[in-house]
């Protein structure tokens, strides 16, 4: 799905390399020169159609004209009267320059091809304009009914009337595509909110922006402000077509969507007198061309993002994920210098980490030395299962209350590369590496074991209702934001326009009867990545020096009543 508008360039211009030339404008005469069959009967009632290979004529009214060469260089028609079969699409591509506009009646010659699953004329060797027609679009809506997809609808003008939620925007500003569902966002069906897959399929659509361009220099829904995951809009319009696996509506009308998700300026309030964060900071490194920015323009422009981001949690302590491994006088010292430049001198200092692991990045511990006071010696666990070891540190409050064991983690991620056995992917929904993340789990609840009030916190790379957040919970701890956050708002990361918990807070059952509550402040996984500190894709227009979009993970904040 996030390839296709690149790819349709690629084939496209193949297309144009193997000959195909635009048609020729109506002759004198050649008006009356019949269709020799229904865009119906070209189309079929099967995925692919039954004419291909075979050389066509159809009528039509053009609905959607994206001719030019930085679109998809055709336009769709389609028959003003319906044959009646609803297993049948009345509308087809074109994929021709001759000059048409919408509303215009046409009789095309081409020959019917199936182009990546995509039905069409080409190559088209006639397209002749003999007056004016008027189709109306059919409204749709999703999930559709009896489990049908939607191949009835191809290169049809379709209207959604219902509303319709922006769940993914990964790929706007590089395709100009952005994917809304029905019914809300989508959730990941492993973390809790009873969601399937089937089911999230059949809610959801991609809209295109009728382009082959990437990084175009006019990006959609930007205007007058940048499209969040979580806006909606009703009555989306346009032509529907099909793109390397998935439909994709182009829309013949400027769609436009209801600030319903506004940035929240500051996370909400969790109460306590200690305030613990848990933050993954997206690679935050200082040696550059690594996992992080390239340049020394990037690796600022991040830095102050991630400054900005820590001074709204204002945390007493936090756990940082993704800190480049290069010692504490390296990424972590700047960060912490950083900040505390931006909220006063000795404000914030750092835990020594004593088993950062071998890994390019590493898990470390910021805190406020007027707030907490170190008890003992930093540790870790002993196991070898860790690729990045976990951080623990005991704190007790200045003045005095009850001690608690801060243990930050980063459990090994989904992606399959060096997947073995158990570790492939099981086709149950979490991915790769789940065994080893359940043997990581386990080690982690028995560090937490052994210590007196225990709070796990981190990236574990596991949703809500998968097997490590399991091992966890069984062995007493208790997760803070299924307590506090409501479950629409329990989310921290959005992977293929699904959202979902990645990021943890649990409590070992006396602690937690300390919490005074957890919010997860969603500056990141609801903004499009064109927001973030990359230079190299994104228009200079749409930095800010904030905290949003300061990573891919949204922060979760949680409060303690410790005295």
């Not at 080409?122 to 409204?139: I, L, W």
Request: charged share 20%.
């Amino acid at each position: 799905m996030r390839r296709t508008a690149a790819a349709l360039a690629t084939v496209l211009t193949a297309g144009l390399a193997a000959g195909v030339q635009p048609a020729t404008a109506a002759e004198p005469g050649t008006c009356g020169t019949p269709a020799t069959h229904r865009i119906a009967e070209v189309q079929g009632t099967g995925d692919a159609s039954p004419l291909r290979g075979q050389t066509v004529r159809v009528e039509g009214v053009v609905t959607g004209d994206f001719q030019r060469t930085d679109q998809l260089k055709g336009f769709f028609i389609q028959d003003p009267a319906p044959d009646g079969d609803p297993r049948t699409s009345d509308g087809i591509f074109v994929y021709s320059t001759q000059e048409v506009k919408p509303g215009d009646r046409v009789l095309v010659t081409g020959k019917a091809t199936e182009y990546n699953g995509l039905t069409e004329l080409s190559p088209v060797t006639a397209v002749d304009v003999c007056g004016r027609g008027k189709v109306v679009p059919g409204n749709v809506r999703l999930p559709l009914k009896g489990g049908a997809n939607l191949e009835q609808y191809e290169g049809m003008l379709i209207r959604f009337p219902q509303k319709l939620t922006a769940t993914e925007t990964y790929q706007l500003g590089r395709y100009g595509e952005i994917t809304v569902s029905a019914g809300g966002r989508l959730f990941q069906p492993t973390d809790g909110h009873g969601s399937t897959q089937a089911g999230n399929d059949a809610r959801q659509l991609l809209v295109d922006d009728g382009s082959n361009v990437q990084n175009p220099a006019t990006i959609p829904y930007t205007d007058p402000r940048v499209l969040r995951i979580g806006d909606t809009t009703a009555g989306l319009t346009g032509v529907l077509t099909y793109q390397y696996g998935a439909y994709a509506l182009q829309p013949t009308r400027t769609a436009h969507f209801a600030d319903d998700n506004p940035e929240p300026k500051k996370p909400q309030a969790v109460g306590g007198d200690v305030r613990v964060a848990s933050f993954n900071t997206l690679n935050w490194f200082t040696t550059l061309n690594e996992r992080g920015a390239n340049s020394a323009e990037e690796r600022e422009r991040q830095l102050t993002k991630l400054v900005a981001a820590l001074k709204g949690l204002n945390p007493d302590v936090a756990g940082l994920m993704e800190v480049e491994n290069n010692g504490d006088s390296g990424a972590l010292k700047t960060l912490v210098d950083r900040l505390n430049e931006a909220v006063g001198a000795g404000t914030y200092t750092w835990v020594e980490n004593p088993n950062p692991g071998t890994d390019a990045i590493h898990v470390a511990m910021i805190y406020k030395p007027a707030k907490l006071k170190p008890v003992g010696a930093a540790h870790s666990s002993a196991q070898a299962v860790f690729e990045r070891p976990p951080l623990a540190q005991e704190f007790q409050p200045i003045g005095g209350g009850a001690k608690f064991t801060l243990i930050v983690n980063h459990l090994k991620s989904k992606g399959c590369t060096g997947a073995t056995g158990a570790d492939t992917d099981q086709g149950d929904g979490q991915g790769c590496f789940n065994a080893h993340r359940v043997a990581q789990a386990k080690a982690v609840a028995d560090l937490a074991a052994h210590e007196e009030n225990p709070l796990v916190i981190g990236d574990l790379n596991s949703y809500t209702a998968e097997d490590p957040i399991k091992v966890l919970t069984g062995a007493g701890l208790v997760g803070q934001t299924e307590r506090f956050v409501r479950p629409d708002r329990r989310y921290s990361y959005v992977f293929d326009g699904m959202s979902g918990e990645l990021d943890h807070v649990l409590a070992g059952a006396a602690l937690s009867r300390r919490v005074t509550g957890a919010t997860i402040w969603h500056v990141n996984s609801d903004e499009p990545t064109l927001l973030d500190y990359n230079t190299e894709y994104n228009p200079a227009r749409f930095y800010r020096p904030d905290a949003f979009r300061s990573s891919d993970h949204d922060p979760v904040l949680v409060g303690l009543r410790l005295r």
